[in-house]
């Protein structure tokens, strides 16, 4: 149910006579954030009595996760993060735990609280289950509740998707129970729980059996741009925030011969970023709240470069500087390296084991700082998993770059082993920016 702003008095006048609740009045949060329905229709977020407009990432750790800097978030001019279970917000960012280090940078954090998923085995007709995971969120509400950083409570992740047959409804049913959960001990930060894409059928269950919803969080890849426009067709009047975007996904591109998915090159996807977030903030204002772009750190999914930010070892890429532009309209002082092109013979091609092929980078840099180059030769992934379930790093066999190591050229020379391969190229300028690309090829028989 959508609250107006008299919705806060209310709750907190309940709350007060609620005796002893852990929301007595003795209790005052670091921050406050209301949502405010307004007369034309429209919605807005007010944090601590003020307009706050989401220009967000979603961050944090685990297998195969590595968070991006916050201080190049708060420097490009981001203003929250999204987080997407309880135990990321202990974990320690520049020493101390990441929701005070957010909260020091002047940045906001939805957070997340991890909703049991059906195709992970959970049993939503499991009562036993349903009260560990009930009682586990009372827990964590109480704890961070009062945090200054704490914007909307994240209540879940695509619960509802990658289920055979129909959404069980007892899903909605169960996350607006979690939802009250909330409302009665923090009354004072609204509830958003985030689903993959506009499913027709998810906001008719959403709108029939989860009336404790305030915010609806939408996933989107290709078809971020048009989230709004589609929410509208599918009868949601309510405000919302992409929970998550970015480059289209693996799953959206085109594929070669043998199945792979071909990756767009790292222009093309800082482009598709920045396009994505002033398409849906200029197209929707007063509906969207913002977004949180995806993924602000290095992440493994279908490749290690498809979908994070910043290399694995750290570097911000083209991407983060688009996000800087789009943010707060102005270009960082040192951009990460332009790809201009990447050349191989072995590119989209069946070959050969041993087939000597070269390849060749073309990068620039702006600032005219000096570029190194860093080859790798990577089997093509094997475990790719549904809804960005972590994934194993594919093997690497670095004894296939033959000549030029460091270079902007070298002789590979096709591996042994047949089957699908990625040929990756990442140029550094030293002064913490990096760009990186990928072809893939196949070795036969």
Request: hydrophobic share 35%.
């Amino acid at each position: 149910m959508l609250r107006k702003s008299v919705g806060l008095f209310v709750a907190l006048l309940l709350s007060a006579c609620a005796g002893s609740s852990p929301s007595d009045a003795d209790w005052a949060p670091g921050s406050r954030v209301e949502l405010v329905s307004k007369d034309d229709g429209t919605f807005e977020l007010l944090r601590n009595g003020e307009p706050y407009f989401v220009k967000g990432a979603g961050t944090g750790t685990g297998d195969a996760q590595v968070p991006g800097d916050l201080e190049t978030l708060a420097a490009s001019g981001g203003n929250s993060i999204r987080t997407w279970g309880i135990d990321q917000l202990d974990e320690q960012v520049d020493g101390k735990p990441l929701l005070d280090r957010a909260h020091e940078l002047g940045i906001s954090v939805m957070v997340g609280f991890w909703v049991q998923h059906p195709r992970h085995g959970f049993d939503y007709g499991d009562h036993q289950s349903i009260e560990v995971q009930r009682s586990k969120l009372r827990e964590a509400v109480v704890k961070y509740r009062d945090h200054p950083a704490l914007l909307v409570w994240g209540l879940g992740n695509e619960m509802e998707a990658f289920v055979p047959g129909e959404i069980d409804v007892r899903i909605w049913q169960e996350l607006n129970h979690l939802a009250g959960i909330i409302k009665d001990l923090d009354p004072y930060h609204p509830v958003a729980t985030v689903v993959a894409d506009v499913n027709s059928s998810a906001i008719e269950g959403i709108m029939t059996h989860y009336p404790n919803l305030d915010i609806l969080g939408v996933n989107a890849y290709g078809g971020a741009g048009t989230v709004g426009m589609r929410l509208r067709d599918s009868g949601w009047t309510g405000p919302y925030l992409l929970g998550e975007y970015g480059v289209q996904g693996s799953w959206e591109v085109p594929t070669t011969s043998w199945g792979a998915p071909i990756e767009g090159d790292p222009s093309t996807k800082a482009l598709e970023t920045y396009v994505t977030y002033k398409t849906d903030r200029d197209s929707n204002m007063g509906r969207t709240l913002g977004s949180y772009v995806f993924f602000w750190g290095h992440k493994q999914e279908a490749t290690e470069t498809w979908f994070g930010m910043f290399s694995p070892s750290g570097e911000k890429g083209p991407r983060v500087d688009a996000m800087a532009y789009a943010w707060s309209g102005a270009w960082p002082a040192n951009r990460a390296p332009k790809l201009e092109s990447l050349e191989s013979s072995l590119a989209l091609e069946r070959v050969a084991a041993g087939t000597t092929s070269e390849a060749t980078v073309d990068c620039v840099d702006r600032e005219g700082d000096d570029l190194t180059y860093t080859w790798d030769v990577r089997a093509e992934s094997t475990d790719r998993r549904l809804g960005g379930d972590p994934e194993a790093a594919p093997p690497s066999f670095p004894e296939a770059i033959q000549e030029g190591h460091g270079t902007a050229r070298v002789v590979i020379n096709a591996p042994d082993e047949p089957g699908p391969y990625r040929v990756f190229v990442t140029c550094r300028d030293g002064k913490g920016g990096a760009t990186t690309h990928n072809v893939p090829f196949f070795v036969t028989d």
